[in-house]
């Protein structure tokens, strides 16, 4: 039933956010949709970037607006890298804050970040077994 999945993100600021996540991360420009939607690639699946304004409401029934500062959501992306050490320098250079040093785990490295914009994120360097290594 299911072809792909999208990524979408809500940024306050299209143009911070491109920088974040292709010089940051390593995604690649792929269209742009207008000023403020845009597609990057160089995962699996497209990731969309959303420009949308502090406060305002994500759909008509909402209880809240949009925030930007550190957020909670339980749906959080994980990039695995090669190299965690150089991901990590390389995102904190782009405007990420670390919320936890790189610590070890049965299936590797692992390190928490928030991006700009308040989303959460982890970056995973895998070890031979990767999550393997659980089961």
């Known amino acids: 039933m299911l072809k792909t999945a999208l990524i979408n993100i809500d940024v306050d600021n299209i143009e911070k956010a491109i920088l974040f996540y292709t010089e940051g991360l390593g995604l690649r420009l792929g269209r742009t949709f207008d000023a403020e939607f845009v597609e990057l690639l160089g995962l699996p ?3 969309y970037l959303l420009q949308n304004q502090a406060g ?5 029934s909402a209880r809240e607006g949009r925030s930007f ?4 959501s339980p ?3 994980d990039f695995v890298v090669d190299n965690i ?4 320098q390389r995102v904190l250079a782009h405007g990420a804050r670390i919320e936890s040093d790189t ?4 299936y590797g490295k692992l ?6 914009f308040g989303h959460g994120f ?11 290594a659980l089961t």
Do not use: Q
Request: glycine residues 4%; hydrophobic residues 40%; contains cysteine.
């Open 69 to 72: 500062s550190r957020h909670w």
């Open 85 to 88: 050490e150089l991901a990590s």
């Open 75 to 77: 749906v959080h992306l």
């Open 122 to 132: 982890c970056l995973i360097e895998f070890n031979e077994k990767g999550y393997g």
């Open 111 to 116: 390190a928490m970040f928030s991006d700009p």
């Open 45 to 47: 699946c497209p990731v």
């Open 56 to 60: 305002t409401l994500p759909f008509a």
């Open 103 to 106: 610590k070890k785990e049965p």
